[in-house]
């Protein structure tokens, strides 16, 4: 039975650190600190109230550098990274392994499209994928993934392990039969959910 709309964006919000929650805690704490920056300012306890909004405004800088660190490095834009992210946590895939096997996707797949062989060129081929088909779908790495995972779905376990494997490379393959266990339609609902929640931070605030 499919999980309800409260408890997928409750367990998103909880384990990925949200950058919208963030920013708003940052905005609360430095609204406090502002007003006890004018009491303190009378009663010499100035530096006690900069302090706290100092590491408000830090923490909320953080946590966006954070996230675009986390998606310039998978090569996935910022919010279908963070849709994809929502989906990782529910299928408990770490945002390490997430990062990682995107990464290690579009290098594969790159180089297949660049030399017609590689590490993943038989499960590609597999999966029923041409290097021109592929270097035009490669533009969309976040689209080509789901993609992937909805295509690896079809088979059976064994060949979702080595495909996972060979695709997303060793530690993330391992963690990504787990997404493609749920499936791309419920990946893709997952994260369009956490948008709806306002879980998704705009790419214009990055």
Known sequence: AKRSYDEITAGSSRASRT??????????KASS?????????AGGLVAGAVAEFTGAIKGAVASVAALKAESQQAG????????????????KVGTDAL?????????RIDEFVTTGSGSAAESLQRLGYDADT????????SDLFLELIGRIQRLDQAARIRVADELFGGSAGEQF???????AEKV????????????IIDTALV
């Open 99 to 107: 990062v990682d096997g995107l990464k290690e996707m579009q290098l």
């Open 134 to 141: 592929l270097k035009v779908k490669l533009k969309n790495p």
């Open 188 to 199: 893709q609902m997952i994260g369009d959910e956490a948008q709806s929640a306002g879980l």
């Open 177 to 183: 039969v787990r997404l493609v266990d749920l499936g």
């Open 33 to 41: 600190s502002l007003a006890a920056f004018g009491k303190g300012f």
């Open 76 to 91: 996935v834009a910022v919010e279908p990274f963070q849709k994809l992210r929502a989906a990782a946590l529910e299928a």
């Open 19 to 28: 950058l919208s929650q963030n920013m708003a805690d940052a905005s609360a």
